[in-house]
């Protein structure tokens, strides 16, 4: 069992059906950093400045701290920006978590996810730009990329599980 399981990527890697699917099987405490995001004290806000996008992330913070104060495992965590995966590491330097990044090798794959999105983040270029900065990075502590670019999302979530049930930490 891990603390916490962050699983990050660009838009359309396939972290929500991962997560979901970690979720189902775990039974743990399930936190999309995306709806952490929207709420605020004006239910309109949608587009956070620089000062909420940073209260919500130290109460993302907060919040993870109690559930593992409280005992609770492998807590998963979806939809961080990759500056925000880039400060795990200090942040939760203390506990036991892994970081799954997902990767998607294919351009034209990601592109197609993308596009075939009836909501949520459309921008393309953007996607392919964060894509190619998560598989181009170095690896953070306790961070593993996985590839989920031609994968069903069973086969992907499988070799999550095993990396969240291994006894040891090897990066």
């Not at 995001?37 to 919500?56: K, P, V, Y």
């Not at 170095?138 to 989920?148: K, Q, T």
Request: with cysteine.
């Amino acid at each position: 069992m891990r603390d916490l399981i962050f699983i990050a990527g660009a838009p359309g890697s396939g972290k929500t059906t991962i997560c979901d699917l970690l979720y189902r099987e775990l039974a743990s405490p399930y936190i999309d950093f995306g709806d952490l995001r929207n709420f605020h004290l004006d239910r309109e806000w949608s587009n956070a400045g620089e000062r909420e996008e940073q209260m919500a992330f130290e109460n993302l913070v907060h919040i993870l701290k109690n559930y593992i104060r409280y005992g609770y495992p492998n807590v998963i965590v979806n939809d961080l920006q990759d500056f925000r995966v880039l400060q795990i590491p200090e942040l939760f330097s203390e506990n036991d978590y892994i970081i799954a990044s997902l990767v998607v090798e294919n351009d034209d794959e990601l592109a197609k996810r993308i596009d075939r999105r009836n909501g949520g983040f459309r921008d393309v270029e953007h996607a392919l730009q964060w894509n190619e900065q998560v598989k181009t990075r170095s690896l953070l502590a306790n961070e593993y990329r996985v590839d989920n670019s031609n994968c069903k999302p069973e086969q992907t979530f499988k070799r999550i599980l095993k990396i969240v049930n291994a006894n040891k930490i090897v990066s």
